[in-house]
């Protein structure tokens, strides 16, 4: 599990074997997520969504999880009453017009984890649109922040304050230790691949060792808005997920940011890709 | 037809068929009555001619307005002026009422069937080849139930909006549900309709009434009316009102034992129905309505607070929801119907609010919440993007309409200028938010006089002059409305942190109590909200008096974090304000330990005053 300490400018498209890699199953998993969004209809599931993902995704050679997919349709899209963590897994609402959902998935393929959240809405809500258009700020902000290495604890509150400038409620916040980041790794891939909670057992042994040798150097691969994520961005792989509630309506993204040790800004940190459904969507709108 | 024309000389009214002309004789000048520029024609059906006044031009929509008992057309005389741009309105006076012809004899002439006739002549005259749209309010709404139910009338009613009216077969059965089997809470709902009725069993004794209505009773009707219904003076009841009383009484006995007996079985609506439900009714339980879904499929609910005679009290509210309502319908279009789904819809839908301090925090949740129930919201605020976003996001949410206003609330002159605008631009405020409040913390010795202005200026000036600006327009147009301010649980928690906060605030939430008690023979409800410790900015950007800049941004990063903590979302007390306003309560306090604090400040104020004395390390 070496970690991502040298990558090349991202600009270039020069990026290294295994940051390929990482980007070829975030792009399956995006690609899983528009093909089940495309079949999503009324009456369905959360349930089923989740099961649509798990098989796409199981036919195309993933074998193991970071985590299990979930699907939220509605209101559960801002985790409205949500208390305890159960709540996240994929229940028995039925998609409705014009409600909103969220498909969030992490496979593991070939060795490599990506961890993705696609937002979208059945039919037309202009709340949901907004919320997604007004993601796009959050993007540029982490980007940002993240290249003048600031600590982490520091980013999520000005995210925090982006949220509530834009009248929005943080619902990131309701993620186990309220992360809005999380390191992922590469994973060996064994031939039995049980989960734990929904979490894939390698992945979670690869969080908890780096949460220990963190812990040791002051840092944690939970990016959170509590004192032990008050340090400056650990080179790695961050799957970065803002999530913006507004009255029942929730949206988010998740894509891959990947951080380095390199002394120029611009590849001191770079989305790994930049050709992703929410970010199409914004260059389609400003075109338009 | 004109058999039936021997009517009662007491009204003495002269009249010609066919004669148009505007407005009815005998009433004082000045504004001149409700029904100016009305035209008028007679229609000859069944025994009786009908007084049927037109406004509006005819080619748009038509809107029949009902009458109700003991009224003539001339109760809608606001209502039809409101509406008169916009459709088509026809008013006409029901047999034996106002200048219309009482049926011959007169028992048995009043029954709903004849009176079905009498408005499909009337419809049949005014709008041959469209269906029209009525309105009724009480006997005017139970015959157009009626209407709206029976085969024959079908195809000439677009749309039924119902007021303090039900259905006489609804009730029947509604009543013989709760005899069936009679629940504590049902035998309840029926004692309690029951008494409300009593009225209607004096109706039912022969000849006194007549006697009482021409007598003593009609005499004193007016003012009885204007006493305890508050209904403005005016002229309205009209000089025909002993004989529309006096005739009237036979709706009673004509129609309702026989329906209540025996109601039918098949009193569906066949058309869109909109039922409006005055709160504070005296004569109808808003428990009649609660099964109402199950008669009227398309059925469109509102609440009104107000009493028996909202024609009267309340015109502008009825003219915009009866707007919104036909149009809707003449329109069709499924996206345009009424979208709002809020909690309080029936309620808020259409008003206008006016909310300050809407740029964040409570301010900006209450905006959204109103928005929600589908009110109109006006955002006033210092910060100009705040205020613009906040506007934004309320139209999204399911506001009909929403504007940002830039307004500093300590500023008295552009107050008012505020004031202009928005009664010139979007119409008189029906609910006020004074929520606008900043944050000073330190001791009194430490606070300076400037200090203290600052916060004075907000938090109580600020309130001052919504409550002067607005709340003298709101009394000057006499429909009701309601104001809520924020104070705070400091208003009743003293501390020695907070010295001029809790001034402020203290100040806001007796201002209130005594308002409340000025406005509360006009209508107008006034409301003090009390949050405890609210997730907001207001934390970010308080003041801490006698300390360095340094420190005191310090500190409120601290206070922030503790709030954060807390983590009581503005939402919460966004929903405690609409739950207020529905409920008229006058001190609200919210969040648990503006509870306690609420509690104790009544029963162990001395525990308060120990409270006081803590210093939270910051």
């Known amino acids: 599990m070496a970690p991502v300490t040298t990558a090349t400018s991202a600009a270039a498209g020069e990026l290294t074997a295994e940051l390929r890699g990482f980007r070829e199953v975030q792009r399956l998993a995006y690609a899983c997520a528009e093909a089940v969004a495309a079949q999503l209809k009324p009456g369905i599931t959360e349930r089923a969504a989740a099961r649509m993902q798990r098989e796409w995704l199981r036919e195309r050679g993933v074998r193991d999880w970071f985590h299990l997919p979930f699907a939220w349709f509605g209101d559960r899209t801002a985790f409205v009453n949500f208390r305890i963590p159960l709540q996240f897994f994929p229940t028995n609402r039925e998609l409705e017009p014009g409600m909103p959902f969220i498909l969030d998935m992490a496979p593991v393929h070939q060795g490599y984890t990506a961890d993705i959240g696609y937002s979208g809405c059945l039919g037309l809500n202009p709340v949901h649109d907004k919320l997604l258009a007004d993601l796009e700020a959050h993007r540029a902000l982490i980007l940002r922040e993240v290249r003048e290495r600031r600590p982490l604890r520091e980013i999520y509150q000005d995210v925090d304050r982006l949220m509530v400038r834009q009248g929005y409620a943080n619902r990131h916040r309701a993620y186990p230790f309220g992360v809005i980041a999380h390191k992922i790794d590469r994973v060996k891939q064994r031939r039995w691949s049980p989960t734990l909670f929904g979490f894939g057992a390698q992945s979670l042994k690869g969080l908890a060792s780096d949460a220990l040798h963190g812990h040791r150097d002051g840092w944690s691969p939970l990016w959170s808005p509590y004192t032990f994520s008050d340090h400056p961005p650990q080179p790695g792989l961050w799957a970065v997920e803002p999530h913006l509630g507004f009255r029942g309506t929730g949206a988010k993204f998740e894509e891959i940011l990947v951080v380095t040790d390199s002394k120029d800004p611009q590849e001191s940190a770079f989305w790994l890709d930049d050709d992703l459904p929410h970010v199409r969507r914004w260059q389609e709108e400003k075109a338009a | ?618």
Not at chain 2, 94 to 115: D, I, N, Q
Not at chain 2, 428 to 434: A, G, T, Y
């Open chain 2, 1 to 618: 037809m004109k058999t039936g024309r021997g009517r009662d000389a007491a009204a003495g009214r002269g009249k010609e068929p066919g004669r148009t002309q505007g407005g009815a004789q005998g009433r004082g000048s000045g504004r001149g009555p409700g029904l100016e520029g009305a035209t008028e024609r007679w229609v000859h059906t069944g025994g009786v001619e009908l007084c049927v006044a037109e406004l509006g031009d005819p080619a748009h929509p038509t809107v029949v307005l009902m009458h109700g008992y003991p009224d003539s057309k001339e109760v809608w005389s606001e209502v039809a002026r409101g509406l008169a741009d916009r459709f088509h309105v026809v008013l006409y006076d029901v047999r034996g009422c106002g200048r219309s012809t009482a049926p011959r004899p007169l028992r048995g002439g009043f029954t709903l069937e004849k009176l079905t006739d009498d408005f499909l002549a009337v419809a049949d005259a005014v709008s041959p080849d469209r269906p029209v749209h009525v309105v009724g309010h009480d006997w005017g709404s139970v015959q157009a139930w009626e209407f709206a139910t029976v085969r024959r009338t079908e195809g000439r009613i677009a749309s039924f909006t119902s007021m303090s009216g039900p259905s006489l077969d609804h009730f029947g059965h509604w009543i013989k549900k709760r005899m069936v089997r009679p629940t504590p809470r049902r035998a309840a709902q029926l004692l309690n309709q029951g008494a409300k009725s009593w009225y209607v069993y004096m109706l039912h004794t022969p000849v006194l009434p007549e006697l009482a209505w021409k007598g003593p009773l009609g005499k004193r009707w007016p003012g009885i009316l204007q006493r305890v219904e508050k209904v403005p003076a005016g002229d309205y009841p009209t000089a025909s009102l002993p004989t529309d009383a006096a005739h009237g009484a036979w709706l009673y006995r004509d129609n309702v034992l026989a329906r209540l007996r025996r109601p039918r079985a098949d009193a569906y609506a066949h058309c869109p129905v909109q039922l409006i439900t005055p709160t504070g009714d005296a004569f109808l339980s808003q428990r009649l309505y609660d099964d109402l879904e199950q008669w009227a499929p398309q059925l469109v609910r509102r609440t009104l607070p107000a009493k028996h005679w909202v024609p009267r009290t309340r015109p502008d509210q009825l003219v915009s929801w009866i707007t919104e309502f036909v149009t809707a319908k003449e329109e069709g279009d499924p996206a345009k119907q009424i979208a709002a789904r809020g909690p309080y819809a029936d309620r808020f839908g259409g008003q206008l609010v006016l909310v300050t301090g809407a740029a964040s925090g409570i301010g900006r949740a209450t905006a959204f919440a109103f928005a929600e129930a589908g009110a109109r919201v006006i955002a006033v605020d210092r910060d100009a993007d705040g205020a613009a976003r906040t506007a934004e996001l309320a139209r999204l949410v399911g506001a009909p309409q929403a504007w940002p206003e830039v307004v500093d609330v300590a500023d008295e002159a552009a107050m008012e200028k505020l004031a202009d605008k928005v009664d010139a631009e979007y119409g008189p405020v029906d609910v006020l938010v004074n929520n606008a409040g900043i944050g000073l913390s330190g001791s009194f010795l430490q606070t300076t006089t400037d200090d203290w202005k600052k916060v004075l200026d907000v938090n109580l000036w600020g309130v001052i002059h919504g409550c002067r600006i607005f709340g003298r327009r709101m009394a000057d147009r006499g429909q009701g409305g309601h104001i809520v301010n924020t104070a705070s649980a400091a208003a009743f928690q003293p501390s020695k942190m907070l010295p001029a906060y809790s001034t402020s605030k203290a100040a806001v939430l007796m201002l209130s109590e005594c308002l409340r008690a000025e406005l509360a023979g006009q209508g107008i409800g006034v409301s003090a909200i009390c949050p405890g410790l609210v997730n907001t900015a207001i934390t970010g950007t308080a003041r801490f008096a006698g300390v360095s800049a340094e420190e005191e941004k310090r500190r409120q990063a601290k206070a922030a974090r503790m709030y954060g903590l807390r983590n009581y979302p503005p939402e919460k007390v966004a929903d405690a304000i609409l739950r207020a306003v529905v409920r008229n309560q006058a001190v609200v306090p919210v969040t648990p330990e503006a509870r306690g604090a609420h509690l104790l400040s009544r029963f162990a104020p001395r525990a308060l005053r120990a409270l006081a004395r803590i210093e939270p390390r910051l």
